[in-house]
């Protein structure tokens, strides 16, 4: 192994990434009291990576720099010119401290596991490194092995502190992730080894590489079944209702806010920065997809009698609009999606930590043995309201701003014809429609009503201090993104303006 240090300034983003997972391994050393200790020092740990993001972010990034920034190129295997290459730009740091944010209160609402604990808190700091590593990564083998790191996490802490099916689903999970790994490592390969004896594994050097148009289809293709099991994108999401359904809430937490991001997120970076011409040909199917998705997902989540099943299911409608904002190929539309992908996983990680507090206390999961929970848990019934109408796109809400501005990226696109996106839009609206049925009769069936009312030992504690904070740090984001919008969209901007250049400099000449 070598270290070839050619950078002149300090390594945060090394740090950045490295930090929770070596500072979790020392988990294992700490002296054996309880699980208070192990508890405080994984917060604590959270807490210091979240500072030191967001030190790095406000003191050394230039918004208006559309370049990577805070690029460390280290090589580190001499033979296969391989590097340890990060760097982050505008759409890379809204995902990168939405990961700090709530990799933080995931930790602080895993409280209540007591068993093995010390190995939870560890795939916790190691699920963060993993999340981190490909939002920052500035290399494909890089992208490839970070993306690969949360896979063994979330399958532990799915198959160890899960529900009563909790081996089904974190197989079936392992199953569709690592087989979609399969087709994004055939990419990786490709685009690295295309054209040249020395194998390229740049993100730049790539971008700048032209492929025959045959193969370019087939690299986005393999790119493309890779994120969108992520995603998920329908028919390749049902992994994920079945891994919500099982899953401890803190680990939702991660899958919903962060996770599914990471296939939007590299469907943006890859596929629309290095195969530029490829999603101009696909484009139009993604916004078909989406539109699809949303309809689906909105229509089958009514029938999900799981209430963690029925959240998950609105999370691959909500995916919806950012697959539309990212095939829409306009400014408006690509700032959209991201935009949708911060403040879906602000409401998403908030709905699954409502909804697993609240089976803290009722230890019911299907919605037809809930009801009249609202006279007993009045805080938790508030604040679920409050996010249910966040994810139903109120205004004033971060996802009302997020969609209404990936409609008006469709309208303002110079792709499509006039008709076309009338019948897109009128499609998305009646999607749009849809949320708040399922959402609104989630609340109904939970919260309204008289059964779990006139049960005998009918008292339940309220929400407590730690939980009402959690719910309350994620609800003022979304508030403010709502109010705000331009905090998001001045970090993006300028870089999506950069790789919308290269859509109308080559895609239509």
């Not at 849809?434 to 059964?451: A, C």
Request: proline residues 5%.
């Amino acid at each position: 192994m070598y270290l070839v240090f050619t950078t002149n300034d300090f390594p945060w983003l090394t740090i950045v990434v490295v930090l929770p997972i070596s500072a979790g391994s020392l988990i294992f050393f700490l002296p054996h009291r309880g699980n208070k200790v192990i508890r405080w020092y994984t917060i604590c740990i959270c807490i210091i990576e979240l500072l030191l993001i967001t030190y790095t972010f406000g003191y050394h990034f230039q918004l208006d720099d559309p370049l990577i920034q805070l690029t460390e190129n280290y090589k580190w295997i001499r033979f296969f010119d391989f590097y340890w290459g990060l760097g982050i730009d505008g759409i890379s740091i809204g995902p990168i401290l939405l990961t700090g944010f709530i990799t933080t209160l995931a930790t602080l609402a895993a409280r209540p596991v007591t068993r093995d604990s010390r190995l939870f808190h560890f795939l916790m700091l190691a699920m963060y490194s993993g999340q981190i590593g490909p939002f920052s990564s500035q290399d494909l083998l890089l992208f490839f092995i970070m993306w690969e790191l949360e896979l063994i996490p979330v399958y532990l802490l799915l198959s160890m502190w899960g529900g009563k099916k909790r081996l089904y689903s974190a197989t079936k999970f392992i199953l569709y992730t690592a087989g979609a790994s399969v087709f994004l490592l055939i990419g990786v390969l490709g685009i690295g080894l295309y054209g040249s004896n020395e194998p390229t594994l740049n993100f730049e050097t790539s971008a700048n590489q032209s492929y025959p148009v045959a193969l370019e289809i087939f690299f986005y293709i393999g790119f493309f079944i890779a994120f969108a099991v992520k995603s998920p994108i329908i028919p390749l999401h049902t992994w994920l209702p079945d891994t919500h359904g099982e899953a401890h809430y803190s680990t939702c937490m991660l899958l919903a806010g962060i996770l599914l991001k990471m296939g939007a997120y590299g469907v943006v970076r890859i596929n629309m920065q290095l195969l530029p011409h490829a999603h101009s040909i696909f484009s139009p199917w993604l916004i078909i997809v989406g539109t699809i998705q949303i309809i689906y997902a909105a229509s089958t989540s009514p029938g999900q009698r799981n209430l963690k099943k029925r959240i998950a299911y609105s999370s691959v409608s909500h995916m919806g609009f950012i697959i539309i904002g990212i095939g829409s190929i306009s400014d408006t539309g690509l700032n959209g999606a991201i935009l949708q992908i911060v403040s879906h996983g602000f409401i998403g990680a908030a709905l699954f930590f409502l909804a697993g507090t609240s089976y803290d206390r009722i230890r019911l999961v299907y919605l037809e043995e809930m009801g009249g929970m609202a006279i007993a848990i009045p805080k938790i019934f508030t604040t679920f309201s409050i996010l249910s109408m966040a994810s139903l796109a109120l205004p004033g809400m971060s996802g009302f701003v997020a969609e209404l501005i990936v409609f008006f990226g469709i309208l303002t696109s110079q792709k499509y014809l006039l008709m076309t996106k009338i019948v897109i839009t009128f499609v998305m609206a009646i999607g749009m429609i849809l949320t708040p049925i399922y959402s609104l009769s989630m609340l109904r069936q939970m919260f309204y009503g008289y059964k779990l009312f006139n049960a005998p030992n009918s008292y339940f504690f309220d929400s407590g201090p730690r939980e009402l904070f959690v719910s309350l740090s994620i609800l003022l984001p979304v508030i403010a993104i709502g109010i705000y919008p331009d905090f998001v969209f001045s970090l993006s901007v300028d870089k999506v303006e950069a790789i919308l250049s290269n859509f109308f400099i080559d895609s239509f000449p």
